[in-house]
């Protein structure tokens, strides 16, 4: 059986000096052949496609660094990896955007419910206990 350099903790991938493996590590590491399909369908599913033809939500465009313009700025990106070991790909890659070099001109928000909405909304399912009303929340996985 083959020792793994790298171990699972609360899903997260550690080394054994107790840091967080970085996204270059293991892409250089014995498991390169997991990590890599693992962080070319997270692109994938973001963009237009990969070879493993997951279902793409055609979130982002990429392009050249030559191509952007010199008004825009260009931003980073943070990978956090996690291991899963009951979904169906379970060696995860997470990409975070960091948007503070990014100039946007369009609304960055979200509309959601204020806290009076959400107040009124709690207090209903509270106080009508004989109706027994339940309260379901949900998460979206692609936002678009």
């Not at 982002?60 to 260009?74: A, Q």
């Not at 960055?108 to 959400?118: D, E, G």
């Not at 009124?120 to 379901?136: A, D, F, H, P, T």
């Amino acid at each position: 059986m083959a020792q793994h350099l790298f171990q699972y903790r609360a899903n997260h991938i550690y080394h054994p000096n107790d840091t967080k493996e970085t996204i270059d590590i293991m892409l250089a590491g014995p498991a390169q052949h997991l990590w890599t399909k693992s962080l070319s369908n997270k692109w994938g599913r973001l963009a237009q496609d990969n070879k493993s033809g997951v279902h793409h939500t055609d979130t982002i465009d990429l392009f050249h660094k030559s191509e952007v313009l010199h008004s825009r700025g260009i931003t980073y990106t943070t990978c956090m990896l996690d291991h899963l070991p009951l979904k169906i790909e379970p060696n995860r890659v997470s990409i975070a955007v960091d948007g503070d070099r990014l100039s946007y001109v369009d609304d960055l928000t979200s509309p959601a419910a204020n806290l009076l909405k959400t107040k009124v909304l709690v207090n209903r399912i509270i106080s009508y206990e004989k109706y027994r009303l339940k309260l379901m929340l949900a998460d979206i996985k692609d936002h678009l």
